[in-house]
């Protein structure tokens, strides 16, 4: 994780949500996966097994984005 982050090109960087792009960033991710309730696939080459992706699908509605969903039932 540590080397996908630091191969980060400086526009992935810029469009990119991480927090950093260091060894410290690299194990938040690892300790974080396991620890809240999103979903964390990562892209590996075969047979190389180096870190080509990291996705992020978050399954929580945050509160700011109910008003953007919310549409009235119909019966």
């Given at each position: 994780?540590?080397?996908?982050?630091?191969?980060?090109?400086?526009?992935?960087?810029?469009?990119?949500?991480?927090?950093?792009?260091?060894?410290?960033?690299?194990?938040?991710?690892?300790?974080?996966?396991?620890?809240?309730?999103?979903?964390?696939?990562?892209?590996?080459?075969?047979?190389s097994?180096?870190?080509?992706?990291?996705?992020?699908?978050?399954?929580?509605?945050?509160?700011?984005?109910m008003?953007?969903?919310?549409?009235?039932?119909?019966?």
């Amino acid at each position: 994780m540590a080397a996908f982050l630091a191969g980060l090109s400086a526009e992935t960087r810029r469009l990119s949500t991480f927090d950093g792009y260091d060894l410290a960033a690299a194990r938040e991710l690892c300790d974080a996966i396991a620890r809240y309730d999103k979903l964390r696939p990562v892209l590996a080459e075969v047979p190389s097994g180096r870190i080509a992706g990291l996705l992020e699908i978050s399954l929580d509605l945050h509160p700011s984005d109910m008003p953007a969903t919310a549409r009235p039932v119909s019966g």
